[in-house]
């Protein structure tokens, strides 16, 4: 079992109160005084710790703890489509060892009733963090705050840079520890003014394979065949 901690709180031998809602989570699978547990806070730590019931809560012990490297960054800027399924992305994006995940305001998002928006952005950020209880990473996927595909171009981000486009080269079979950064388009597709935009910044146009995906489906496609790049780059 995982239990997260408050971000850079945690050190070896200290005693950390547990969150109301980690708590919770707690009583539903059934934990008990005395059980080790693994912790995590999505800045870093990968330690262990010994569970104490309180009256009103939960305490652990940390009985280890030490601090990972960042990840090499993987930037996924997706263009935000209806919030549910932008939700589901973001879920299994993390899962992936997406290190930050953008979403982008195109030109085809603007009519989606459905479309994520800023108030929303603060309940992506918690899947993110609860994504690690399922998949054991040290560090949280960033999710940033909506911005348009005018004003992220804008940021001239370090390293590779990619778009996802049907009728571009095949993706790298190999990649270093570089920062990658990938656009995914909504549904439809990003408009050739907006693919002319990204090729004149600098970015690829990478095609993900033969078939026509969602959006969401796009993007954790390319953020698996960077994860399996890197693979390949760095341990042979």
Known sequence: ???????????????????????????????????????????????????TSLPRGWEVEVVEARRERRPPALTLAAAAGDRERFGWLVEKAAELGVTRVVPLETERTAGVASRLRDGQVEKLRRVALETLKQCGAAWACEVADPMSLESFIATVPEGTRWVADAGGAASPASL?????????????????????????????PVTLGPFTLRYETAALAAAALVAAARQRGIHG
């Open 1 to 51: 079992m995982r239990v997260l901690l408050p971000p850079g709180t945690a050190g070896q031998g200290e005693r950390c109160r547990v969150s109301e809602e980690e708590g919770n989570h707690l009583r539903v699978r059934r934990a008990a005084s005395g059980e080790v547990v693994e912790l995590r806070d999505g800045a870093g730590l990968v330690g262990t710790g010994r569970l």
């Open 176 to 204: 270093n520890t570089e920062p990658v950064t990938v656009v995914i388009g909504p549904e439809g597709g990003l408009t050739r003014d907006e693919i002319d935009r990204l090729r004149a910044a600098g970015y690829l």
